[in-house]
């Protein structure tokens, strides 16, 4: 079996399956946004600044209305790609700076709670928190490191679509410890995953040399 076989096989994570669920939503939105004269990158720093806030809630003890501000994010966090898309303009450059926002807004969040965490003196949670962040950017970390290296490494039972399918209402519903918990189990698991995905394909490809 090939490299390139390999990655022809990789299974369509959820993040695929929602992004072709939804492509029909998607577009006219991002159609529309367009028309308007707002930008790709005026959409993504809104997203950063919104889940800035959402954070600033999270720090108070506010999860609710945190929960529900970093919620409204959430859609601004696809449409930039897919406007760009429809421009005819995605560059390299965007996508890097996209990706790159991605991670400051999930980081923020993350940073909300351990705030929130260490003033109440609680430091399992806080634990929990900092074990979900470092498994978040591992996550995206294993994929960019591979992918450099022209392997893929785009598969996972925790990206980031789901590590926010797990928080969001965990936050809303005040059972933050909950969400960072699974988020932190499941996000390390996924770059132990990515890992030995990457592992496969590189004995594959010398196997076949």
């Known amino acids: 079996m090939t490299h390139l076989a390999e990655k022809q096989e990789r299974p369509k994570t959820f993040t695929d399956m929602m992004r072709t669920l ?7 939105i991002a159609a529309f946004l367009n ?3 707002l930008t ?3 959409l993504t720093i809104i997203g950063l600044v919104g889940n800035a806030i959402g954070a600033a809630f999270l720090m108070r003890g506010n999860m609710l209305v945190g929960g529900l501000i970093i919620l409204a994010m959430g859609p601004i966090d696809v449409l930039d790609g897919t406007m760009a898309r429809l421009r ?3 560059s390299s450059f ?3 700076v996209d ?5 400051y807004s999930e980081l923020v969040t993350f940073l909300g709670l351990l705030i929130y965490f260490l003033q109440a003196g609680d430091w399992i949670s806080s634990g929990l928190v900092y074990l979900a962040a470092a498994g978040s950017v591992l ?3 294993v994929r960019a490191r591979a992918e450099s290296l022209d392997y893929d490494a785009k598969v996972g039972i925790m990206t980031r679509l789901e ?14 410890t909950i969400g960072v918990g699974i988020i932190a189990v499941l996000a390390n698991a996924t770059a132990i995953q990515r890992i030995l995905y990457v592992r496969r394909q590189a004995h594959e490809q010398m196997k076949s040399r």
């Open 94 to 96: 965007g996508a890097f």
């Open 99 to 103: 990706s790159v926002t991605d991670r």
């Open 35 to 37: 028309s308007v004269g």
């Open 22 to 28: 939804f492509k029909g939503v998607l577009d006219p």
């Open 88 to 90: 005819g303009e995605p």
């Open 40 to 42: 790709p990158n005026t």
């Open 163 to 176: 590590r926010y399918v797990v928080l969001l209402p965990a936050l809303i519903f005040d059972a933050p």
């Open 139 to 141: 996550v995206s970390y």
